[in-house]
């Protein structure tokens, strides 16, 4: 019987008193994962969530039916405590299922970014952003989807958050914003 993250394990009567054995066991990885569908929305744009898409089928029609014959053909190699070849195949085989179950939660809590219709910096805007004559461009997207050096911004980075809100004109940490599209 499963109590949280303890697991009775055998109850004996010594006398009149009932005696049992307790013991904590770790929580695994998949289980952490389970819970991980509580951590609220991730905001990503359509081509964003597509590779997700892609990514996960991949591993579930490619990869993970190559470690499960992996698996299969290393077992049959005899002893599986010094198998090193099928501790490994078990390994990957593994990591390939925690991968699938967390690219399933991700397309399941995903929100995709629609273009934005306002005139104010949101989730979605592609905003031209000018300091010292030097002009930068930055689409605001989630964090999953941020690479600064790709000129995506997380809406909850630092610059991100100071742009949310904001109008063409105004500035946000030392920068005037030129242009929102």
């Known amino acids: 019987q499963r109590l949280g993250a303890w697991m009775r394990f055998s109850t004996r009567k010594k006398g009149n008193v009932l005696h049992s054995t307790r013991m904590r066991l770790p929580i695994r990885r998949s289980e952490k994962l389970q819970t991980s569908s509580d951590d ?85 805007s592609t905003v031209v952003l000018e300091k010292n004559e030097v002009q930068t461009t930055f689409q605001i997207v989630g964090p999953h989807e941020a690479d600064p050096a790709r000129g995506r911004i997380s809406h909850v980075s630092p610059l991100g958050t100071a742009l949310m809100g904001k109008r063409v004109g105004e500035t946000a940490n030392g920068f005037l914003i030129k242009q929102l599209r």
């Open 40 to 124: 609220g929305p991730l905001y990503i744009t359509q081509e964003g969530l597509n590779r997700l898409k892609q990514k996960r089928d991949r591993i579930e029609h490619h990869d993970l039916p190559q470690a499960i014959a992996d698996v299969r053909t290393t077992g049959e190699l005899g002893d599986f405590s010094e198998n090193a070849e099928y501790q490994e195949a078990k390994w990957r085989m593994r990591r390939l299922h925690g991968q699938v179950a967390r690219l399933t939660d991700q397309i399941k809590r995903a929100l995709v970014i629609e273009q934005p219709s306002t005139d104010l910096v949101s989730l979605g």
